[in-house]
């Protein structure tokens, strides 16, 4: 199960500001869990991949099921 997390907790827990997040949120497409009114849940880990990429400025993957294939590749194997 995906961890969900608002775009302001996000800010916090990578040191940057909000509306820095919900940029790159929207401009890559993160991946969204949730809506209730106003209030959005996206995956963190998606989220945090973008995050990454961005900063060692390389190339973010376009979806987050690419991203995804990113992340799991970047693991140490067993």
């Known amino acids: 199960m995906p961890e969900r997390i608002t775009i ?3 800010a916090g827990r990578l040191g940057i500001p909000e509306p820095t997040v919900r940029v790159w949120a929207s401009r890559h497409h993160a991946r969204k869990l949730l809506k209730l009114g106003k209030t ?3 995956d963190w880990p998606d989220l945090a991949t973008i ?3 961005l ?3 390389e190339k973010v993957p376009a979806t987050p099921e690419e991203r995804d294939r990113l ?3 970047l693991k ?3």
């Open 51 to 53: 995050a990454r990429q």
């Open 55 to 57: 900063r060692r400025g």
């Open 71 to 73: 992340r799991a590749s």
């Open 76 to 78: 140490p194997a067993a």
């Open 8 to 10: 302001a907790d996000a």
């Open 40 to 42: 959005a849940w996206y």
